[in-house]
């Protein structure tokens, strides 16, 4: 996001051969990228060369057994092997493919929708990121409040 620059816009469109949805575009862009790495790192990718690496890689050896579609855009993971991805050419929705459960995008693209935008999507993660900071907050006062002979949790 904040580390991308109109450079890696055009690597990414040349390397690829497509053009990015206006919505990632202005999203990568603008914003910059969280304090959290997990979410630079996975959820949606911020480095142009990870996202045409991970995209060839899809393209070439295909997702799970199945063929990955050159006008799909992976734009992010979620570290297990399932992806984030958008449909170049038909809509602007973030899609999640499953490769455990869940519809197949090969079956059920539909199903498959994850948020409706990229930006969506990004309030998303940082959503979850905010509740695991709350969750480790409040275990680490439970365990400062234990007396010395109460366990630990």
Same mark, same amino acid.
């Given at each position: 996001?904040?580390?991308?620059?109109?450079? $890696?816009?055009?690597?990414? +469109?040349? /390397?690829?051969?497509? /053009?990015? *949805?206006? /919505?990632?575009?202005?999203?990568? !862009?603008?914003? *910059?990228? *969280?304090?959290?790495?997990?979410?630079?790192?996975?959820?949606?990718?911020?480095?142009? #060369?990870h996202?045409?690496?991970?995209?060839?890689? &899809? =393209?070439?050896?295909?997702?799970? $057994?199945?063929?990955? *579609? @050159?006008?799909?855009?992976?734009?992010?993971?979620?570290?297990?092997g399932?992806?984030?991805?958008?449909?170049?050419?038909? @809509? %602007? &929705?973030?899609?999640?493919?499953?490769? +455990?459960?869940?519809? /197949?995008?090969?079956? $059920? !693209? @539909?199903?498959?929708?994850?948020? +409706?935008?990229?930006?969506?999507?990004?309030?998303? !993660?940082?959503?979850? %990121?905010? %509740?695991l900071? =709350?969750?480790?907050?409040?275990?680490? %006062? =439970? =365990?400062?409040?234990?007396?010395?002979? #109460?366990?630990?949790?």
């Amino acid at each position: 996001m904040g580390s991308m620059n109109d450079n $890696d816009i055009k690597l990414i +469109e040349a /390397s690829l051969k497509i /053009s990015l *949805p206006t /919505s990632y575009k202005t999203l990568i !862009l603008n914003h *910059p990228c *969280p304090d959290n790495q997990d979410i630079c790192n996975h959820g949606l990718f911020n480095d142009a #060369q990870h996202l045409i690496d991970e995209n060839i890689n &899809h =393209r070439t050896n295909g997702w799970f $057994d199945m063929d990955w *579609p @050159d006008n799909f855009l992976l734009i992010g993971d979620d570290g297990c092997g399932d992806t984030y991805f958008m449909v170049l050419g038909k @809509d %602007e &929705h973030v899609y999640f493919a499953d490769h +455990e459960c869940g519809p /197949s995008y090969q079956d $059920d !693209l @539909d199903g498959c929708l994850s948020h +409706e935008t990229v930006t969506d999507h990004l309030e998303n !993660l940082l959503e979850i %990121e905010r %509740e695991l900071d =709350r969750e480790e907050k409040e275990l680490a %006062e =439970r =365990r400062a409040n234990k007396k010395w002979w #109460q366990f630990w949790i």
